[in-house]
Structures are given as C-alpha cells and as structure tokens.
C-alpha cells in the first residue's frame, strides 16, 4: 500500500527566507509525485508534478528515490504563498484510473 | 467553463437522516472521482467512475454510501442514516485522462 508523509503541519517563515516542505512516501511501484495548494477560501489545485521537473510560482520539487522523498523548496518565501500543501502519490487504479494519496497537508504561513 | 462544481457547498443534517451530494464535473472529462476530508487531514479516496461506470471503490466507502454517474456526466454521491463520523469535506474531481485532476470546491457535511 502507498503512504505519503509530511511531518510537519504548520510551517512559519517570515519573507525572503528559503521555504521547505517536507514530503516521504512509500509505493511499491514506480511513483508519480505531485504537490497541491490550497488557498484560503479557494479549491485545491495542482501546483507542480515531479514529471514535468518545472518550476511553478518559484517552487521546485525533486523526486529522490533512494531517500523516497519529494520535499517542495523555494528560496524566497512571499506572503502569497500562504496556503496549505499537500503532497499526493499517484497510484494505479484498475481499468485505467488512477487515485492519488494525499499526505496529511502542511499549513505554510509566510510572515511579513 | 468554470471548472468542477460541487452542489449544495455546505450541509447540516442530524444523525440518522439521508444527504446526497452533487458534482459536476468539466464538460469534457470522463473520469470522475469522490475524495472525502476529514479536520486535519488529507483528502482520502472514495471512488472512480470512467463515463458511466463505477470502477473502483475503496474500502472506506462503506454500505451506507453509494454513487452514481448515470448519464456519464454529473455524479451523485448519497449517504443514507448519516452518523457523526460521516461529517467532513466531500470533494469531487475530474480529468480527461491523464494524471492531473481538477477539483472542485466540495461539499462540508456536518451531522449534529
């Protein structure tokens, strides 16, 4: 069975200085890796997939398998990036779907 | 097309009645899914529809609830005798394929 971790469930910074959230997971397969954002009052959406390998609002994401990890970093934090993050593993469904496990989400607070 | 939206955004029922949940997803997308989320956590999968087929089910869909996508559009989801442990988020999302899933704004289910 697939799990995903985030240890932490609230992270402060003040602004300007470096942010990572951090994410482990465990799949037996080969993982898909993606990280979520939820904006105060708004649906959650997709921020960035380790497959693209692009950078997204100035975050990045690195899959590392040999620690099964794929922290989210970005070196200068802004207020905007306020939010809850989610790291989702994406795992294969029969018949062709595919359901994402979420970890338990980090709560990003970026202070001015 | 303003994305997966999710009717009524927020319920309150007592213990013991029936709620259905609405979700219709982007007009194009064939894939369906319901996540449930509880206070603190990450969305948990429920259940995966292709057009109009009920794929996959998780085990934490229990007798009490069922889905539906009759016409391979909308989607339904219904909680019959509702028990406190049932109040939560219901989200529901969409795709084309693919890995990446739009969701919608859920519904919060509150059972007094």
């Known amino acids: 069975a697939q799990r995903v971790t985030q240890p932490e469930k609230l992270l402060s910074v003040f602004k300007g200085a470096p942010v990572e959230l951090k994410c482990n997971y465990s799949?037996?397969?080969?993982?898909?890796l993606f990280w979520y954002v939820q904006y105060s009052r708004q649906r959650l959406q997709l921020l960035l997939r380790?497959?693209s390998r692009e950078s997204i609002k100035g975050f990045t994401a690195d899959l590392n398998k040999g620690e099964t990890s794929f922290h989210l970093k970005k070196p200068f934090a802004q207020e905007e990036d306020s939010a809850m993050y989610y790291c989702?593993?994406?795992?294969?469904?029969?018949?062709?779907?595919?359901?994402?496990?979420f970890g338990g989400g980090t709560r990003l607070m970026v202070k001015p | 097309d303003t994305g997966v939206s999710q009717d009524p955004r927020h319920k309150i029922t007592k213990r013991g009645q029936n709620v259905t949940f609405r979700c219709d997803p982007i007009?194009?997308?064939?894939?369906l899914y319901w996540y449930r989320q509880t206070l603190g956590q990450g969305p948990e999968f429920l259940t995966y529809?292709?057009?109009?087929?009920?794929?996959?089910k998780s085990r934490l869909l229990s007798d009490r609830f069922s889905a539906e996508r009759p016409k391979g559009s909308f989607s339904t989801l219904e909680i019959q005798r509702t028990e406190q442990g049932d109040s939560a988020m219901y989200l529901c999302?969409?795709?084309?394929?693919?890995?990446?899933?739009?969701f919608g704004p859920g519904t919060r289910l509150t059972v007094t």
């Open positions: 529809f292709q057009n109009e087929a009920q794929l996959e």
């Open positions: 007009s194009e997308h064939n894939r």
């Open positions: 380790h497959i």
């Open positions: 999302a969409s795709s084309s394929g693919g890995n990446k899933k739009y």
């Open positions: 799949y037996s397969g080969s993982p898909e």
């Open positions: 989702a593993l994406s795992a294969a469904l029969n018949n062709a779907g595919n359901m994402l496990t």
